[in-house]
């Protein structure tokens, strides 16, 4: 199993940007599709964003679609999310994964283990 190590987190104004890293180890990366999710207070974890193996394919949820992009950097074993525009709605835990599927399956893949997250509060 690939081990996850999210990091980038922090406050930030409305309107403001942030960029969240995903480090990866203990297999080959490029062998997996990446998604980033999210969990609010009192709210379920959600899925925000997919990226393929090799890094030209991607899938957003529709409240962050024009705001917010994930890329890879295989040679890395890292993936991004840049967050732009960013609104108090996307406070949350935010978490990175992994599964041997296509980037499009990424969203409703059962995993069997999740990361610490790493916060992102967004303040109005």
């Known amino acids: 199993q690939v081990q996850l190590v999210e990091s980038g987190g922090g406050l930030v104004q409305a309107g403001g940007s942030l960029r969240l890293s995903c480090a990866a180890s203990?297999?080959?990366?490029?062998?997996?599709?990446m998604g980033w999710f999210r969990q609010a207070p009192g709210k379920d974890r959600e899925f925000v964003a997919a990226?393929?193996?090799?890094?030209?394919?991607?899938q957003y949820t529709d409240s962050v679609k024009g705001r917010f992009t994930i890329s890879r950097d295989n040679a890395k074993n890292t993936v991004y999310l840049q967050m732009d525009s960013l609104k108090p709605e996307d406070t949350a835990v935010y978490y990175c994964?992994?599964?041997?599927?296509?980037?499009?399956?990424?969203?409703?893949?059962?995993?069997?283990?999740w990361g610490q997250g790493t916060q992102v509060t967004v303040s109005s």
């Open positions: 994964n992994a599964a041997r599927v296509s980037s499009y399956q990424v969203k409703t893949y059962q995993y069997d283990s």
């Open positions: 203990g297999r080959t990366f490029s062998d997996y599709s």
């Open positions: 990226i393929n193996r090799g890094g030209g394919i991607t």
